[in-house]
């Protein structure tokens, strides 16, 4: 078992003593101790080795113990038993937000609610609002929570799905039987969430590849095994599909089965007009001949003029006069129609960063030093990296006032001279929008930073006009440089605030500002579904990762590909531009 693991499984302990009304002590025992593993640098099978778990701080020698079970046999009796102790049902309402192991005891003790079903028939009826410590508001709360789970509790984020898929196809594509393996579907195209994985073989023997897929030890059910197509279901709940297609119509199969439906209709319509039916198996001539009598297939020079020698997407859509198009635009949204006349932009690649401009470190709510992050920065061979820290109103994550800030200042400055990395920092902040739209720290210190993210942290339920015209306030102040998640989503979790996103792009475009486009996994904010309206008005894009850790630079990596979704170019995106380029745009910017 991972360190991360086992760190869940202590933490899931607290709560179910929690729920039983055990002893505090005992609970806090399970979660400090949780929180010390989490943070000791070591891995745990080093710990072991050398004999050092117990004498972490805040884990006893009978956690130890547990810990050296969990890790060498991944379960632990204790745990087995306190789960099975407890209503199925109370785990699953912990997964509610705002619902922890204190509430859901006394939903359980005082009302006798032991599922969520339960649940929701008890705030329905007003019970929960009445019990002590809840009120109406949290039954509000609880009861979206529950609608919310229902909405987005059968997807998953594309940042998990993506781990879990990267293997499987390096798996499939190491078997002999194997041609080639490409994965397809939601996923491909770079959506934010997946609803199921799908991959795509090509082989001209199929038994084998089917028992791989449904023998892998990951695999919780296998819902379908056929001759071409397997579903399994992981433990996760994640849905796998695998289909297994001759190679002659791999081409077809990807390009059909990555998708979306509504590319999919459009394409269909485009080859009827030339004469051809296409599906997941192939082109085949339609005896009434083209529709659109102007269409000749194929017209570009050098395409395969016998549809049967298509073998790659690539050829498909040269065959229909059509430049390629890259999976994250199959989204009906134009790409068709750009892609005949040669019109689709040179989108943005991962490796076009030079850097990125909203990361926090251990002076707010980060958990690495300024010094790890540049270290970080240099690791990728980034040229610059901005310091974003919260600010004052942001109390919870010990965002700085002025004082503070003008040190760190201070500090990014010496930082620079001293040569420790060979990535820039540039001094900024992530300064709280207040609810009337002022922002949070004095102007004349705002005015020393080389740039300033603003950011909505509170006051999410005022309504569209109010939060809208907050956020154009703060982007009207002279020193805003960008504007930070936009919407403040946070994906299968909940919604933004209300704000009018057209408005802000509006307002943004008038006074020059950047809106970001919030690389965390969980949040992919401003929407993709924005970019083109935004940059067709002149904004610019800057793809944060909002790290609160070192390793979450790498977020940018989901950025680029929302970035992509969004049709953007490099030069659409401020930390692509060279060092220089940035420093000239930020002097300019008027501090
Ligand atoms: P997801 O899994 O909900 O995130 O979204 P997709 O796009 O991966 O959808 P999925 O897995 O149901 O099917 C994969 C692709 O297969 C889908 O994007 C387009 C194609 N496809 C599936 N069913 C149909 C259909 O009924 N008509 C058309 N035209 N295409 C389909
Ligand atoms: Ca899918
Ligand atoms: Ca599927
Ligand atoms: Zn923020």
């Not at 799905?161 to 939601?186: D, K, Q, T």
């Not at 020079?301 to 498909?316: F, K, M, Y």
């Not at 010094?371 to 004052?392: P, R």
């Not at 930082?415 to 902040?429: P, W, Y």
């Amino acid at each position: 078992m991972t360190k991360k693991e086992i760190v869940g499984i202590l933490e899931e302990i607290a709560v179910l003593l929690e729920i039983k009304g055990e002893n505090p002590f005992k609970v806090r025992a399970y979660q400090n101790g949780a929180r010390a593993l989490e943070t000791v640098e070591d891995k745990v099978a080093d710990l072991i080795e050398s004999d050092r778990l117990d004498k972490i701080r805040g884990v006893g020698d009978a956690l130890a113990k547990k810990i050296v079970t969990l890790h060498e046999t991944g379960s632990l009796e204790y745990h087995d038993s306190l789960k099975a102790s407890v209503p199925p049902g109370l785990l699953e309402m912990l997964e509610i937000p705002g619902l922890g192991g204190k509430k859901v005891k006394a939903i359980y003790g005082k009302l006798g609610v032991t599922s969520i079903e339960e649940l929701t028939a008890a705030c329905e009826a007003g019970k929960v609002a009445d019990l002590p410590g809840f009120g109406p508001k949290s039954q509000t709360r609880i009861l979206e929570g529950i609608h919310n789970r229902e909405v987005y509790g059968k997807r998953h984020l594309w940042w998990h799905a993506r781990e879990v898929a990267e293997p499987i196809l390096e798996g499939l594509r190491g078997l002999p039987e194997v041609e080639r393996a490409e994965h397809a579907g939601s996923l491909r195209r770079s959506r934010e969430t997946v609803g199921d994985l799908d991959f795509i073989v090509a082989s001209d023997e199929p038994q084998p590849v089917m028992d791989w897929f449904t023998g892998q030890g990951w695999v919780g059910e296998v819902t379908a095994k056929g001759e071409t197509k397997s579903s399994v279901r992981m433990e996760s709940g994640l849905q796998v599909d695998l289909r297994v297609v001759p190679s002659n119509q791999f081409a077809f199969a990807l390009h059909h089965f990555t998708g979306s439906k509504e590319h999919n209709v459009s394409m269909r319509q485009r080859a009827l007009g030339r004469g051809y039916s296409l599906s997941e198996w192939g082109l085949t001539e339609v005896e009434e001949g083209p529709r659109d009598p102007e269409a000749v297939s194929p017209i570009r020079e050098g395409s395969p003029c016998d549809p049967a020698e298509i073998r790659t997407e690539e050829a498909l859509f040269d065959f229909l006069g059509m430049e390629y198009v890259p999976p994250e635009l199959r989204e009906d949204m134009g790409e068709i129609e750009s892609a005949e006349s040669d019109g689709l932009p040179e989108l943005i690649r991962p490796g076009d960063l030079r850097g990125a401009f909203h990361n926090h470190t251990t002076a707010s709510d980060g958990s690495s030093t300024m010094a790890e992050m540049a270290e970080a920065a240099d690791a990728l061979g980034w040229e610059y990296l901005g310091i974003a820290d919260h600010s004052k109103a942001s109390f919870q994550a010990n965002g700085l006032d002025e004082a503070r800030l003008e040190k760190q200042i201070t500090t990014i400055r010496e930082f620079n001279e001293s040569g420790q990395a060979n990535a820039r920092l540039f001094a900024g902040v992530e300064c709280d929008i207040l609810p009337d739209g002022r922002l949070d720290l004095a102007e004349s210190v705002l005015e020393q930073l080389d740039y300033v993210v603003v950011s909505i942290h509170s006051s999410f339920t005022q309504s569209t006009d109010v939060v809208t015209q907050r956020m154009i306030r703060a982007i009207e102040h002279p020193c805003t440089t960008m504007v930070g998640h936009l919407t403040g989503r946070i994906l299968l979790q909940r919604e933004g605030y209300a704000v009018d996103v057209l408005r802000v792009i509006d307002a943004a475009a008038a006074n020059g500002v950047i809106i970001e486009l919030n690389a965390n996994p969980y949040r992919l904010d401003m929407d993709w579904r924005y970019w083109r309206r935004a940059v067709g008005k002149g904004v610019l894009c800057s793809i944060n990762p909002d790290a609160h850790e070192a390793v979450h630079l790498s977020f940018v990596d989901a950025g680029v590909r929302i970035a992509r979704k969004g049709w953007l170019t490099a030069g659409q995106v401020l930390n692509t531009w060279p060092l220089d380029r940035v420093e000239g745009y930020l002097a300019g910017r008027g501090r």
